[in-house]
């Protein structure tokens, strides 16, 4: 069985749409994907670190559309990783699995893994958003289309909704 | 530079020293290390469970003898990963990176995994106390004496002290 490696935020988690809504509350200004487009998050939204690192933040981000259907189907044909690299914001790591737990119950504790570099994992393919977790990974690359890297040129199968993973890898 | 994964609980972190403090406060009875010595923790504590599923519980874990001076020499010479099996208890995420933090600052973030299955990562040698960990692990393996595994025979070059890991791999 194929072991693959599932990333979190920005994948199984719409981060953005909560970026763009703690913006507008904080500012008033609701901004459009056109206006963060090429920007890392932290560069397009100046309070994200403050966000990402309050606890309880990532118990309150959606799911991105599909992914739950998609991650179950995935699930009984691979060997599912769900992976973050969590470490880097401490605060975050029981709240992310509780967040799992919640939205994801057929992910067991056994599927997860929060770690600070992700090239140190075996595995034989990665779908992920950010494109220095892609481009150091020794297998098959997916690269999950958000706001932040929408107008990169990368060598990485891009795709753009969970539909699309699905037909790729089912 | 060769990878080597370190252990927290029974390596890094003294969890006996604080499993007989506990189980001596709630009961009355200060338990010897032969009376426990060959059952797994759960079985030599009824309440070890309670006591790891709580909130706090991994940041007031003593440090285990020598292994700070002892780590903080490794991490000149070895790629050090130090890894846990937390996500099977969801709250000690975050107290466990803290205790890291607080008692190995040299330790960054990009160096910690959080885990299920310890066989998913990439190294040449790890330093574990379960063998369970160490059976499946395809590289050098060395086992840190505990009290549960004390009695067994095993293939895996045992050490007791920090000291014993600096000789072997310094």
């Not at 809504?21 to 200004?29: I, M, N, P, Q, S």
């Not at 401490?90 to 992910?107: A, Y």
């Not at 075996?122 to 932040?148: E, S, Y």
Request: a negative charge; charged letters at 25%.
């Amino acid at each position: 069985m194929k072991r693959i490696l599932v990333d979190m935020d920005g994948v199984l988690a719409d981060v953005y749409s909560r970026f763009f809504e703690l913006h507008e509350k904080e500012t008033g200004v609701r901004l459009t994907v056109e206006e963060v487009a090429g920007k890392l998050e932290a560069e397009a939204f100046p309070h994200q670190i403050k966000w990402v690192t309050t606890p309880g933040f990532f118990r309150s981000v959606p799911v991105m559309g599909g992914s739950v259907e998609g991650l179950r189907k995935l699930n009984e044909k691979y060997h599912v990783i769900v992976i973050s690299l969590a470490t880097e914001f401490p605060s975050s790591l029981t709240d992310k699995q509780m967040w799992l737990h919640e939205h994801f119950p057929f992910i067991s504790w056994r599927q997860i893994v929060f770690c600070g570099d992700k090239s140190l994992i075996k595995a034989d393919i990665i779908i992920d958003d950010h494109p220095k977790n892609l481009d150091v990974f020794q297998g098959g690359t997916i690269i999950f289309t958000q706001p932040h890297n929408m107008l990169l040129e990368t060598r990485h199968r891009r795709v753009s909704t969970w539909k699309e993973i699905e037909e790729i890898l089912l």
